[in-house]
């Protein structure tokens, strides 16, 4: 598991900007566009929003441990799907003061106790780390179908971003498969502008630089990230110019199809 390096109050700080930001969204939605599809297949917006409420329920009462409380979530979401969305909104906004709370109160310690995870056995604010990622891209599911303006600067965008580049190497070494001895860098523009570099020398492996890549990919936080997490087609972005290839093009292209990770 990549070693988490977030602390409890920048922890905190991602999930009152991103609460709040789901909150402030959904007390504006209708009930019509509760129902409208998501970017997440197969589910409407409110299913976006009943799927971070439920998680947060049972966070709420689980303590890390090997035993992931995926038992608990299933029973809030099937109880949180009987309502409108207007009240999954009540419900977030409860939950969500009370993690807040839960989080304040937590020691380094605390978020250090090791239980299960997404992404293996791990330290708990590795866990939160994910969650934040989470609870933006659940967030977006419902913002761009709906055509509301993205969220691309804050401190849920930035862990977002984050989670991209520890998945990084496998998107280039396992997902596009790029051949040994060659090199990519995606540039990622906007506020947060990064660029993300990978050499691929027996393995794939992320580096901090990279004076000649091989291939490059440029697009903008939102259409990487949508990339990223599956809720896109690339036809779309590299036909309209939210993605550019460069270097050795067929490679390029090679990368800009693969760097979904999850979905």
Same mark, same amino acid.
């Given at each position: 598991?990549? !070693?988490?390096?977030?602390?409890?109050?920048? /922890?905190?700080?991602?999930?009152?900007?991103?609460?709040? =930001?789901?909150?402030?969204?959904?007390?504006?939605?209708?009930?019509? $566009?509760?129902?409208?599809?998501?970017?997440?297949?197969?589910?409407?917006?409110?299913?976006?929003?009943?799927?971070?409420?439920?998680?947060?329920?049972?966070?709420?009462?689980?303590? +890390?441990?090997?035993?992931?409380?995926?038992?608990?979530? %299933? #029973?809030?979401?099937?109880?949180?799907? @009987?309502?409108?969305? =207007?009240?999954?909104?009540?419900?977030?906004?409860?939950?969500?003061?009370?993690?807040?709370? $839960?989080?304040?109160?937590?020691?380094?310690?605390?978020?250090? @106790?090791?239980?299960?995870?997404?992404?293996?056995?791990?330290?708990?604010?590795?866990?939160?780390?994910?969650? %934040?990622?989470?609870?933006?891209?659940?967030?977006?599911?419902?913002?761009?179908?709906?055509? /509301? +303006?993205?969220? %691309?600067?804050?401190?849920? *965008?930035?862990?977002?971003? &984050?989670?991209?580049?520890? =998945?990084?190497?496998?998107?280039?070494?396992?997902?596009? *498969?790029? !051949?040994?001895?060659?090199?990519?860098?995606?540039? %990622?523009?906007?506020?947060?502008? @990064?660029?993300?570099?990978?050499?691929?020398?027996?393995?794939? @492996?992320?580096? &901090?630089?990279?004076?000649?890549?091989?291939?490059?990919?440029?697009?903008?936080?939102?259409?990487?990230?949508?990339?990223?997490?599956?809720?896109?087609?690339?036809?779309? !972005? /590299?036909?309209?110019?939210?993605?550019?290839?460069?270097?050795?093009? !067929?490679? #390029?292209?090679?990368?800009?199809? &693969?760097?979904?990770?999850?979905?």
């Amino acid at each position: 598991m990549q !070693p988490a390096s977030t602390t409890g109050p920048e /922890l905190t700080a991602a999930f009152r900007e991103c609460f709040g =930001a789901m909150l402030a969204m959904g007390r504006t939605l209708t009930e019509q $566009q509760w129902e409208h599809p998501s970017l997440c297949p197969g589910w409407s917006c409110k299913d976006a929003l009943v799927h971070v409420t439920s998680a947060e329920i049972a966070f709420a009462e689980w303590t +890390p441990s090997p035993d992931p409380p995926m038992d608990a979530i %299933v #029973a809030a979401s099937r109880e949180l799907r @009987r309502r409108s969305g =207007a009240a999954v909104v009540d419900a977030f906004a409860a939950i969500t003061e009370r993690r807040l709370d $839960q989080f304040a109160s937590m020691s380094e310690v605390e978020f250090d @106790r090791v239980g299960w995870s997404p992404a293996g056995s791990g330290p708990y604010r590795r866990y939160m780390e994910i969650r %934040v990622f989470d609870h933006w891209a659940h967030e977006h599911d419902i913002r761009v179908p709906l055509g /509301l +303006p993205p969220r %691309v600067d804050g401190l849920g *965008a930035l862990q977002s971003l &984050n989670e991209a580049h520890i =998945a990084f190497g496998y998107l280039v070494g396992k997902r596009a *498969a790029l !051949p040994d001895g060659t090199s990519v860098t995606v540039h %990622v523009t906007g506020p947060l502008s @990064r660029d993300l570099h990978a050499v691929v020398e027996g393995r794939a @492996r992320v580096v &901090n630089e990279l004076a000649d890549p091989t291939c490059e990919v440029t697009t903008d936080l939102l259409t990487f990230e949508l990339l990223c997490c599956g809720r896109i087609d690339p036809d779309g !972005p /590299l036909t309209d110019g939210r993605v550019t290839l460069g270097g050795d093009l !067929p490679l #390029a292209e090679r990368v800009a199809r &693969n760097l979904a990770f999850t979905i």
